[in-house]
């Protein structure tokens, strides 16, 4: 079936360090998957961190970025310095749909940032 | 400022009671979601809708209704609430339809069934 399978929290990093949360997907019965990466700060909504749609394409948004990659099936988010303001949860998912905008999200991924 | 707001925030019922959960936009989106999110889980969709009155089915309706009847809000309805609806509900709104459109969402409201 279609699926997000993303790293299992919590994740805890030091200010300053890097960080990788992979992400991989499955889509058997969509021809064209899109990518996504949303952020859920403390007491707020998810909102979207940055999006990919054509595979091979990579996406950056707030010093983080992401590639599509279709041979691997991944979509890893990638940061080389975080921020204490970083910690947030994080979610991948993948969209399809051509009636509308649908997404299958993975379980979200709690990022610590120490300062 | 664009906003999805729900209310209530947190909300703690009796199983057989009734439960509305209200989530409302200021962007004149079309399209309105209700998501729910368990433990080990991603957000699952309930419903969708595209407009007033005009609501599909997501991936896991059983024991869910919706009303939508103002395009800046969107209820979501438990009519005898149970247990296993205990979970934490998202409600998101999009400009239109198809992917290029992101999804704006609501802080969520955490609902305990007992």
């Known amino acids: 079936g279609d699926s997000v399978t993303q790293t299992e929290g919590p994740v805890t990093v030091s200010e300053s360090e890097s960080l990788i949360i992979n992400c991989t997907y499955s889509a058997t019965s969509i021809a064209y998957p899109n990518l996504f990466w949303y952020v859920r700060y403390p007491g707020e909504g998810l909102q979207l961190l940055l999006k990919v749609i054509t595979a091979g394409q990579k996406g950056s948004s707030r010093g983080f970025e992401a590639t599509y990659n279709k041979e691997t099936t991944s979509f890893h988010l990638q940061k080389a310095s975080v921020q204490e303001s970083d910690s947030a949860v994080y979610y991948c998912a993948l969209g399809y749909g051509s009636s509308g905008n649908k997404l299958i999200f993975g379980i979200g991924t709690l990022l610590s940032v120490k300062p | 400022d664009m906003k999805v707001t729900q209310m209530p925030r947190y909300l703690i019922k009796r199983m057989g009671e009734n439960v509305l959960l209200e989530c409302g936009q200021d962007?004149?989106?079309?399209?309105m979601y209700w998501y729910r999110q368990d433990p080990g889980l991603g957000l699952q969709l309930i419903y969708i809708s595209y407009d007033v009155d005009s609501n599909s089915e997501g991936d896991i309706p059983k024991g869910y209704r919706v009303s939508r009847k103002k395009r800046e809000h969107f209820s979501l309805i438990l009519d005898s609430a149970k247990t296993n609806q205990t979970s934490v509900y998202f409600c998101a709104s999009s400009l239109s339809q198809g992917l290029s459109y992101e999804q704006y969402f609501g802080p969520g409201t955490r609902l305990t069934v007992l």
């Open positions: 962007m004149s989106h079309e399209t």
